[in-house]
């Protein structure tokens, strides 16, 4: 999944980029947390608002023969962009602008990337390798779309929000049915960071409680349509990315710098597996592409500088690629895009 959901501390007051000026869309300043001391903070973005930069207003472009490759789609909370960079070779053919804090990717079947914009309470919708939205889903007032997910039976779209109401009340999960229309919502943790759906349209969510002290994981199955806390037999400091990552329920570790494999039966989750990215400071988000996964490695202390890492998956270690360096400073999302 972002930090935006994934929204931290890390950058002092830089964490989500692109509100600045956008007063109805920010609720008022909060305290922050005492667990902020943590490292990387809580995600509450929404209290930094009015200190960020405004968004990238260049516009955007992508390469013409870029489209009949294969793309990986980098958010990045520092700059208020998506990169693009051709997949696996890491070569950037493009730049999505504008946003206003893009968390946590997702893609459909046609290749169609979904970007969560934080602080609009949009989900904006392109076509694989283009350049204009070809939809925008609105969210509903005073919710914070921190990462998305595609039901691979459905086609619905599911979207984890932090916070409601003042910004400060429990978050929810937005169901879009055919990644289209208006939503329905169902409540999870308080606060659900990111998503992501397995074979059968069950999916799973991570988070923390109201304190934002604890992890909290759950999953909102595809018969009942009702959401259910899940107790993992392995801890989790800091919520990270949720995927299906062929065989099991992938979930990870942001400033562990792995990621955990479960089997789930019921309300309980048997770790068998991990993956460990040597060299990732912060991992936000990744995507799992069959023996490779791709994740976005996010170090605002620029040592070393923020980049993109290509692991063998599950077995990790060393990175067998990376880029992206001196391109991206604070990425939290990733998603593979086909060409249709």
Known sequence: MGRILFVGLAFGVTLLAGCAGQ???????????????RAGGPRVSWQFAGSLARPD??????????????????????????YLFTYPQGKLVGTLTGFSGPGGLCTDRHGDVF????????IVEYAHGGTTPIATLNDGTDRY??????DPVTGDLAVANNGSGTGEGPGDIAIYRGAAGSASFEKAMYHP???????????????EDASFDNFRFGELTASKKRYHKIDLNQPIALAGGVAWDGASVAVGDVYGAVIYQFSISGSNG?????????????AWQF??????????NSNTQDQPASQILNYDYPNGGAARKVYGTGIVRDPVGATISLPK
Request: proline content about 9%; overall charge negative; some cysteine.
């Open 23 to 37: 007063t109805a869309l920010t609720p008022p300043e909060a305290a922050v947390p005492s667990s902020a001391a």
């Open 57 to 82: 207003a260049r516009p955007s472009w992508i390469a013409a023969a870029a489209k009949k490759h294969s793309i990986i789609y980098i958010s990045d909370e520092a700059t208020n962009n998506v």
């Open 115 to 122: 970007v969560p914009n934080v602080f609009t309470s949009t």
């Open 145 to 150: 779309p921190n990462s998305c997910a595609i």
């Open 193 to 207: 960071y990111s998503c992501g759906y397995d074979p059968y349209g069950n999916l799973f969510v991570d988070g």
């Open 270 to 282: 048997n770790r068998i597996g991990s993956t460990q990215l040597t060299g990732t400071v912060a």
């Open 287 to 296: 995507d799992v592409d069959l023996q490779r996964v791709v994740v976005p």
